[in-house]
C-alpha cells in the first residue's frame, strides 16, 4: 500500500518567517508534486521533480522553492512566507515507466500565514 | 499556458439520479485523463482515468467518455449515493517517456441528497 506522508497537517507561521514543508513517500516513485488547493481553484502545481536532484517549475513557482535530495523526500521551501500563501498544501508522488500514471496524494498540510 | 475547465462548480442532485460532470483541455497533445475524488478532508484518490485512444471507460457506476475532436471529456455517475458526495477533480496531461505535467480543473463539489 503506497504511503505519502507530510511532516505537519496544520501549521501558524509568520509572514517573513521562512517555512520547510516536508513530503516522504515509501514506494520508490520517481516523481513528486507539490500542489497548492485553494476553493474554486483546484489543485495548482508549484513545482515537480521527476527524479532526484531535478526540479521543473510548475504553474504557480514564485515564492517557491523545492529540494529533492533522496529520492523519498520531496521538500517545499517558502523563503519568506506571505500572507497570500496561506492555503492548502499537497504532496504526490507517482510511479512512470509500466503504464500506470496515477498520483498518489499525502494527507495536506493546511498552512496559515499571519 | 494549458488549461482545464470544469463544469458546474457545484451540483446537487437526488439519491439515485445520475450526475455528470463535464471538462474541456486545451492542450491538444493531452491523451492521458484521470479524476480524482476528495472527501471532506480527506486526500484526491485516482477513481477513474482514460487515454485517447479509447472513446469510453466503465467501471460499476462511474464512466467516462472521451472527445478528443472536440477537446471534451465528463464523468458519468449513475444510481448517486450519498456515500458519492464530495469534490471531483478532472485533470489532462500529455504521457512522455518519464515526465509530464498533470492539469487539473478547478473541481465540482457534489451532493447527493438522500
Known amino acids: 500500500d503506497v504511503k505519502v506522508t507530510q511532516s505537519s497537517r496544520y501549521l501558524v507561521k509568520r509572514t517573513g518567517e521562512k517555512v520547510f514543508l516536508e513530503c516522504v513517500q515509501d514506494?520508490?516513485?520517481?516523481?513528486m508534486f507539490w500542489y497548492r488547493q485553494d476553493p474554486g481553484l483546484g489543485l495548482r502545481l508549484i513545482y515537480f521533480s521527476y527524479d532526484v536532484k531535478m526540479k521543473e517549475k510548475g504553474d504557480i513557482p514564485e515564492g517557491y522553492s523545492v529540494s529533492r535530495e533522496k529520492k523519498e523526500r520531496f521538500s517545499l521551501i517558502l523563503e519568506s512566507a506571505s500572507t497570500n500563501q496561506t492555503s492548502m498544501y499537497l504532496c504526490?508522488?507517482?510511479?512512470?515507466?509500466?503504464?500506470?500514471?496515477?498520483?498518489?496524494f499525502g494527507p495536506g498540510t493546511r498552512l496559515t500565514v499571519t | 499556458g494549458e488549461n482545464v475547465e470544469q463544469h458546474p462548480s457545484t451540483l446537487s442532485v437526488q439519491e439515485g439520479d445520475s450526475a455528470v460532470i463535464k471538462c474541456t483541455y486545451s492542450d491538444s497533445a493531452s491523451n492521458y485523463f484521470p479524476w480524482y475524488k476528495q472527501e471532506l478532508g480527506k486526500r484526491p484518490q485516482l477513481i477513474i482515468d482514460i487515454r485517447s485512444n479509447v472513446g469510453e471507460k466503465k467501471d460499476q457506476r462511474i464512466a467516462v467518455t472521451l472527445n478528443k475532436t472536440a477537446k471534451h471529456f465528463s464523468l458519468h455517475i449513475t444510481e448517486t449515493q450519498p456515500e458519492d458526495s464530495a469534490v471531483y477533480f478532472c485533470a489532462a496531461s500529455t504521457i512522455l517517456s518519464s515526465y509530464d505535467k498533470v492539469i487539473f480543473g478547478p473541481g465540482t463539489s457534489l451532493s447527493v441528497i438522500p
Open positions: 514506494m520508490d516513485h520517481e516523481n
Open positions: 504526490a508522488s507517482r510511479l512512470l515507466g509500466q503504464g500506470w500514471h496515477e498520483q498518489y
